[in-house]
């Protein structure tokens, strides 16, 4: 079946560096591709998607590019702040309605 | 607000009881789900519903039940018969039932605590 593998955590970087979380999938088809981030004590938001190959989903300096060649879709940020400290999930939708999330990402970054 | 409101933030049961989790939303959305979060673990589907009275289950439903009376609601019963059920759990909603892209939007999350 549909399944989700992104790195394991934690993730502890100082405020300013950049910032990859990566992401691989398998799948069935041609599935659409996401990233949530939840902050503490919250559900989860949906940071930014990717519906078909080579589309570049991007949001608050968040950004990530579908790559079906290598079924791949890595988180970046250029410089991240105190503030992007969150749990981050990928997740995939691919022939049934359902979506299915990798395990999660924890990042803290320290001023 | 439109949104998605679950209620209570916390809830503390002693064990052999059953417990319901209320999620209520305002979006006029479809397709209605519940997760589990455990640590380490991800979200896991338990139940979901595309529409007005009917719903299916999703890949740890043992020990759950739900029902789908009102698009609005779609409250989570956690029975005496799920083995461990302390965990934080997530109800989400999305405006397409299935075929397209789904992009679903999430409520705050019940921390359930089993004593």
């Known amino acids: 079946g549909d399944s989700v593998t992104q790195m394991e955590g934690p993730v502890t970087l100082s405020e300013e560096a950049f910032l990859t979380i990566n992401c691989t999938y398998t799948?069935?088809?041609?599935?659409?591709l996401f990233w949530y981030v939840q902050y503490p004590g919250e559900g989860l938001q949906l940071l930014l998607k990717?519906?078909?190959?080579?589309d570049k989903g991007s949001n608050k300096g968040f950004e990530a590019t579908y790559r079906k060649e290598t079924t791949s879709f890595h988180l970046e940020k250029g410089s991240v702040q105190v503030s992007d400290s969150a749990v981050y999930f990928c997740a995939l939708q691919g022939g049934s309605e359902k979506l299915v999330f990798g395990k999660g990402t924890k990042l803290t970054v320290n001023p | 607000d439109g949104g998605i409101t679950q209620s209570p933030k916390y809830l503390f049961r002693k064990e052999g009881q059953n417990v319901t989790l209320s999620c209520e939303q305002n979006l006029n959305h479809d397709a209605m789900y519940w997760y589990r979060q455990d640590p380490g673990q991800g979200l896991r589907l338990i139940y979901y519903?595309?529409?007005?009275?009917?719903?299916q289950k999703g890949d740890i439903a043992e020990g759950y039940s739900v029902s789908r009376e009102k698009k609005e609601s779609f409250p989570l019963t956690v029975t005496s018969a799920q083995k461990n059920p302390t965990a934080f759990y997530l109800c989400?909603?999305?405006?397409?039932?299935?075929?397209?892209?789904?992009?679903?939007?999430f409520g705050p999350g019940t921390r359930l605590t089993v004593l």
């Open positions: 989400a909603s999305s405006p397409r039932p299935s075929g397209e892209y789904n992009e679903q939007f």
């Open positions: 519903s595309q529409i007005v009275n009917d719903f």
């Open positions: 799948a069935t088809g041609y599935p659409s």
């Open positions: 990717a519906t078909k190959a080579d």
